[in-house]
């Protein structure tokens, strides 16, 4: 499903920020991704959402070498994939309401079969009486959840999620770890960017260690 080979990428013309990476995610798999400040976390859940594109090596998404797809090809296999980004990227000229039903209208989907599910989730992940605001009156953690109803709504093949829980108390974070994984239940492929040891303690799966740019699978 995500597969890198002996991936290398640098910014500009700084050095490597990562290094000869190399793994397999199988779909349905369920990792965190764990590492310093500065280790690479972001970077890497970049690469796989095919945003920045590595200066050496291969990656592989859906089976296609994502460096040789054509752009609107690769807007496609992006619907695949559900993002939470670290600065939430919520659009201020739609309601929070609109911003989660967004990736369910670019497919297509009839309003009327999704207005229930997207009402639904938004009073799930506590948003219920914030449905119709403007994203940009939310606190940090409002947005934040605002943001991972938005990536899970369409029920993605993977979900990218870059700290999804580090504006929200231990209670709502145990709550948005349990979202994903019913949704790994379902059988998407999951990572999740995290410095939160009690919620890696919570849920045990397998750890992409990235360390000074070298990544490993623990
Ligand atoms: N757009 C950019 N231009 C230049 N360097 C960058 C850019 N984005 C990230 N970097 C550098 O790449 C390295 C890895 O950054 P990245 O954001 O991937 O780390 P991270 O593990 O996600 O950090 P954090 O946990 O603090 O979010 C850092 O040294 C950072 O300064």
Not at 1 to 21: A, C, F, S, W
Not at 61 to 78: L, S
Not at 125 to 142: F, Q
Not at 172 to 190: C, D, I, P, Q, Y
Request: proline fraction near 5%.
């Amino acid at each position: 499903m995500i597969r890198l080979t002996n991936v290398g990428l640098k910014y500009d013309r700084g050095p490597e920020v990562l290094q000869d990476v190399t793994f397999h995610l199988r779909p349905g798999s369920f990792h965190f991704l764990h590492g310093e400040s500065g280790a690479g976390k972001s970077s890497l859940l970049r690469l796989m959402f095919m945003s920045l594109h590595p200066n050496r090596g291969e990656i592989r998404m859906f089976g296609e070498d994502v460096t040789k797809v054509r752009p609107q090809k690769r807007a496609q296999m992006r619907r695949r994939i559900g993002i939470v980004f670290q600065d939430f990227r919520l659009l201020d000229h739609l309601t929070v309401w609109e911003n989660v039903a967004l990736p369910l209208q670019v497919v297509g989907k009839k309003p009327s079969d999704y207005r229930e599910d997207v009402t639904d989730l938004l009073q799930w992940v506590g948003l219920g009486d914030r449905m119709y605001v403007n994203p940009s009156v939310l606190s940090g953690g409002e947005k934040q959840r605002a943001a991972i109803a938005r990536a899970v709504i369409g029920k993605p093949e993977v979900l990218l999620a870059d700290e999804p829980t580090g504006n929200v108390d231990p209670q709502m974070a145990r709550r948005l770890l349990r979202l994903f994984v019913e949704l790994n239940r379902l059988g998407t492929s999951v990572v999740i960017a995290t410095h939160d040891h009690q919620l890696m303690r919570q849920f045990k799966a397998p750890r992409i260690e990235v360390h000074k740019g070298h990544v490993r699978i623990i």
